[in-house]
């Protein structure tokens, strides 16, 4: 007898008000059906998931996660740390999933599932912060302690509306961060209330936020900068700005960059993939460019 490809599959039961658990016996079918022998394995903590993929992925032909996007980022972040290339299927099950929106992974998590074991490997950039990884974005400032801030409960139920209402809380005294920040012989120096160093077309749910042309294969990241405001004319510039998603004002630098570093005054806290990224004075980021293989639905360009 021919020996069968072995699946890994890892997921987070808690994520997007455990809707997993009411598919999981269907999503197994389905690998099964695409002829693989499958290992289930639920997370059991945070970071568990890069400790097994970490010291597992090399014994199997492919992996297969399912959560949100913290799950995977610790999935990506452990194959990084192993150095295998495991071919990656991903089945979104949080509450924002933006990668998978990027990837036209189907939100039906049966389809999701279907498209990892059937569909076509896509070789996509990863990014390298510091001593860890993120898969599509490594941000700091206004908005960002917002989803490590929102309890898992809260997020679920509220959705989008968690991020937007914290937030709002934060709006009257907004911090402000100085910084120097070195790309391509290129050194800015200013006050910075946001950055996000992003590979994806959708972040925080918000599609087209990142810009225009956005390739997840072309070893650069998008790189949004927001001025602190000085006064209200400012910062209705900069809020008109992000709504209309055109960048018209001199309160927001925008541009792609392969590295990038960036030094602070005081400690700047990260946050990566939407998870909390430690504090740092002092960043280093680079695109590994097309680092990880991800499967993604046929049909998709």
């Given at each position: 007898m021919s020996r069968k490809n072995k699946l890994l599959f890892?997921?987070?039961?808690?994520?997007?008000?455990?809707?997993?658990?009411?598919?999981l016996l269907d999503i197994v079918d389905a690998m099964v059906k695409a002829d693989y022998e499958v290992t289930v394995y639920p997370t059991q903590a945070s970071g568990d998931a890069i400790h097994k993929v970490e010291e597992e992925a090399g014994d199997y032909d492919m992996v297969v996660c399912s959560g949100g996007d913290g799950t995977l980022d610790e999935v990506v972040t452990g194959m990084m740390h192993r150095g295998v290339k495991v071919p990656l299927g991903y089945i979104p099950a949080g509450s924002t999933n933006d990668f998978?929106?990027?990837?036209?992974?189907?939100?039906d998590m049966l389809l999701a599932a279907v498209s990892a074991v059937n569909g076509r490997p896509f070789a996509c950039d990863i990014g390298a912060f510091n001593d860890d990884y993120f898969v599509y974005v490594a941000a700091f400032g206004l908005f960002t302690a917002v989803s490590y801030k929102t309890s898992q409960e809260w997020k679920n139920v509220l959705g989008h509306a968690a991020y937007i209402l914290e937030g709002a809380k934060c709006l009257h005294d907004i911090p402000s961060y100085l910084m120097q920040v070195e790309y391509h012989n290129v050194r800015l120096q200013d006050e910075?209330?946001?950055?996000?160093?992003?590979?994806s077309t959708s972040v925080g749910g918000f599609k087209?936020?990142?810009?225009?042309?956005v390739l997840l294969d072309d070893g650069v990241f998008e790189v949004t900068l927001i001025k602190k405001p000085r006064n209200p004319i400012e910062l209705n510039e900069i809020i008109a700005s992000l709504i209309n998603l055109v960048d018209d004002t001199d309160m927001v630098y925008s541009f792609k960059a392969d590295e990038i570093k960036i030094t602070a005054k005081k400690e700047v806290s990260w946050t990566l993939d939407g998870e909390f990224g430690g504090d740092h004075t002092e960043?280093?980021?680079q695109n590994i460019c097309r680092a990880i293989e991800i499967m993604i639905p046929d049909e998709i360009e």
């Open positions: 890892v997921f987070n039961p808690y994520s997007g008000r455990a809707q997993i658990r009411n598919q998978a929106t990027s990837l036209g992974i189907p939100k910075f209330i946001f950055g996000m160093i992003s590979n087209g936020m990142t810009g225009k042309d960043v280093f980021v």
